[in-house]
């Protein structure tokens, strides 16, 4: 198995500033990836985020908004942008690679005022 | 692309009865997973099905993989109070993701 931290676990912004959301596992893992999750809603993948490349984002999510870093094969973070109220979500860190199910991050608990 | 539906979207019951939910995907499945997500909390791996018309239990609860792999049942007997949060299947879409379901988010009245 696989324990993440991430932090903060929650946080109030105004809108306009950033926020960096930090993982660290307590393994090596080749993947780690970063989820959005909208009030009552499902889970939806921001980008995959390799050690030594960059980030892979999907449909509708740019870098300049969520930026990435994975410095190495145990930490990773998000970066949430020039945030806006829309911005406000849950956004949780995972792993998978090597195991058969994914681990997920505590979650970070966002709304921007 | 590959979609994951599931329904009901929200579920209440009473403490004591049953509960089901039911995952569809578009497409076939190599395997499927089940997340139980409690209120305030994160995703947790419940368990994964890979063979066509497989059934796991887990004390209460009751897995299913359907005959063609494209879709999936949760089955809760007797729900409990602990029982209450929001439930996803996922489906593997390659390099280790996952595309999740739409969930059922379960309400048990005491």
């Known amino acids: 198995s696989a324990v993440i931290s991430q932090k903060p676990s929650r946080d109030i912004c105004q809108r306009g500033t950033s926020l960096t959301i930090q993982c660290q596992v307590d393994?090596?893992?080749?993947?780690m990836f970063w989820y959005r999750q909208q009030p009552g809603q499902s889970l939806t993948l921001i980008a995959t985020a390799n050690q030594g490349s960059e980030a892979t984002y999907e449909s509708g999510f740019v870098i300049d908004k969520f930026p990435i870093s994975r410095p190495n094969l145990t930490f990773s973070t998000l970066t949430v942008s020039n945030m806006s109220p829309e911005d406000s979500s849950i956004y949780l860190c995972?792993?998978?690679?090597?195991?058969?199910?994914?681990?997920f991050g505590q979650g970070t608990r966002l709304t921007v005022v | 692309g590959q979609q994951v539906m599931q329904i009901p979207q929200y579920q209440h019951v009473q403490e004591g009865e049953d509960f089901t939910t039911y995952c569809n995907s578009s497409t076939t499945l190599s395997n499927i997973q089940w997340y139980k997500q409690r209120p305030g909390g994160h995703p947790v791996f419940l368990i994964q099905l890979v063979k066509s018309g497989e059934v796991k239990k887990q004390k209460r609860l009751t897995f299913q993989f359907g005959e063609a792999k494209k879709n999936s049942s949760l089955h809760i007997t007797a729900t409990q109070t602990t029982d209450v949060g929001t439930y996803f299947c996922a489906g593997p879409r390659g390099g280790n993701q996952f595309y999740f379901g739409t969930g059922t988010s379960l309400t048990v009245i005491p």
């Open positions: 995972s792993v998978a690679g090597g195991f058969t199910e994914a681990f």
């Open positions: 393994s090596q893992v080749t993947m």
